[in-house]
Nanobody, 124 residues
Framework: VQLVESGGGLVQPGGSLRLSCSSN????????MGWFRQAPGKEREPVAEIDSDGAARYAPSVQGRFTISRDTATNLLTLQMDSLKSEDTAMYYC????????????????????WGQGTQVTVS
C-alpha cells in the first residue's frame, strides 16, 4: 500500500489548510485511515482516524477544529484544518491499516502498518 500526502504549507494562526492523502489501498473502504503529526523533538501523535464504516475519532487537541473525511470512490483521505494554532506546526503523516479499532480516541501510531512520507504544516 502506498500513501502520498499533499496540501501542507505555511499559514497564519487562525487560518485553514486542507491536507489530502491518495492511496492505492484496495478496497479503500476496508481500511482504517488516520492522520498523525510529529513536531521536532516530540513523538508522533495521532490527530484523527476514520474507520471503514465512516466513524471518526479525534485527538482532544483538535476536536472541533479538524475534520477527517474519506472518498472511497477516489481513494482520497482528507483533513480539513481550521482555526490553526502555532502548536499545530508539525510534519503530518497519513496512515492506513486494516484495523479494526475500538475506543473513543484515535489509535496510536504503532497500530498502523502503512505510512506516507509526510507533508509539513507550519502555523506562524
Amino acid at each position: 500500500v502506498q500513501l502520498v500526502e499533499s496540501g501542507g504549507g505555511l499559514v497564519q494562526p487562525g487560518g485553514s489548510l486542507r491536507l489530502s492523502c491518495s492511496s492505492n489501498a484496495y478496497p479503500h473502504s476496508r481500511y482504517c485511515m488516520g492522520w498523525f503529526r510529529q513536531a521536532p523533538g516530540k513523538e508522533r501523535e495521532p490527530v484523527a482516524e476514520i474507520d471503514s464504516d465512516g466513524a471518526a475519532r479525534y485527538a482532544p487537541s483538535v476536536q472541533g477544529r479538524f475534520t477527517i473525511s474519506r472518498d472511497t470512490a477516489t481513494n482520497l483521505l482528507t483533513l480539513q484544518m481550521d482555526s490553526l494554532k502555532s502548536e499545530d506546526t508539525a510534519m503530518y503523516y497519513c496512515a492506513a491499516d486494516p484495523g479494526p479499532y475500538a475506543g473513543s480516541t484515535p489509535p496510536p501510531a504503532a497500530s498502523f502498518t502503512y505510512w506516507g512520507q509526510g507533508t509539513q504544516v507550519t502555523v506562524s
